[in-house]
T-cell receptor, first 111, second 114 residues
Framework: QQPVQSPQAVILREGEDAVINCSSS?????VHWYRQKHGEAPIFLMI?????EQKGHDKISASFNEKKQQSSLYLTASQLSYSGTYFC????????????FGQGTRLTINP | NAGVTQTPKFQVLKTGQSMTLQCAQD?????MYWYRQDPGMGLRLIYY???????DKGEVPNGYNVSRLNKREFSLRLESAAPSQTSVYFC?????????????FGPGTRLTVL
């Protein structure tokens, strides 16, 4: 039931783009994205509630493909501040109202 | 607003000892959660409370108990600590349970069981 994130780790140079994927084996009601810096608490980025919905702010956006049961997080023109571990959390359609988190994707941005 | 607060920040226990982790939120949220985070494992839900007076098991409840003391406070108790419970514990809260509401996380408690 745990969603699978890919890749597990990414190393970029400042200004490059990145895509992080989150896939579920079950139909989804929602997908959350969080970022966590080392030694800190996870911070909320966005929620996607509908199939096909795309959200974003600044240069971070996400999409939700209901049919494929997956979500993708897009980081455009990455900045040093984007470094950290990104987690998706999924709620199963028709399931208990709780999130199950993926194992995380570690993103490193170098100057 | 302090958001979600947790005490203590760090704790070292010996095998078999007991302790309670405290969590409080000042955002008037209905739902609260306890997660543990181990390297490479992401966040795993231990217990959650959808609303005051209710608690439910998450993915990894064995060895833990919880109490939703009131709307603000949600505590996690380890009755007899084991080395496998060495982890970082995060408390979180949200306006309501379910995937439509963002979760706000506390700073975490780093627990080591020797």
């Amino acid at each position: 039931q745990q969603p699978v994130q890919s890749p597990q780790a990414v190393i970029l140079r400042e200004g490059e783009d990145a895509v992080i994927n989150c896939s579920s084996s079950k139909a989804l009601y929602s997908v959350h994205w969080y970022r966590q810096k080392h030694g800190e608490a996870p911070i909320f980025l966005m929620i996607l509630l509908k199939g096909g919905e795309q959200k974003g702010h600044d240069k971070i956006s996400a999409s939700f493909n209901e049919k494929k049961q997956q979500s993708s997080l897009y980081l455009t023109a990455s900045q040093l501040s984007y470094s950290g571990t990104y987690f998706c959390g999924t709620e199963i359609l028709g399931g208990a109202q709780k999130l199950v988190f993926g194992q995380g994707t570690r993103l490193t941005i170098n100057p | 607003n302090a958001g979600v607060t947790q005490t203590p920040k760090f704790q070292v226990l010996k095998t078999g000892q007991s302790m309670t982790l405290q969590c409080a939120q000042d955002m008037n949220h209905n739902s609260m959660y306890w997660y543990r985070q181990d390297p490479g494992m992401g966040l795993r839900l231990i217990y959650y409370s959808a609303s005051e007076g209710t608690t439910d098991k998450g993915e990894v409840p064995n060895g833990y108990n919880v109490s939703r003391l009131n709307k603000r406070e949600f505590s996690l108790r380890l009755e007899s600590a084991a080395p496998s419970q060495t982890s970082v514990y995060f408390c979180a809260s949200s306006e309501s349970s379910g995937g439509a509401h963002e979760q706000f996380f506390g700073p975490g408690t780093r627990l080591t069981v020797l």
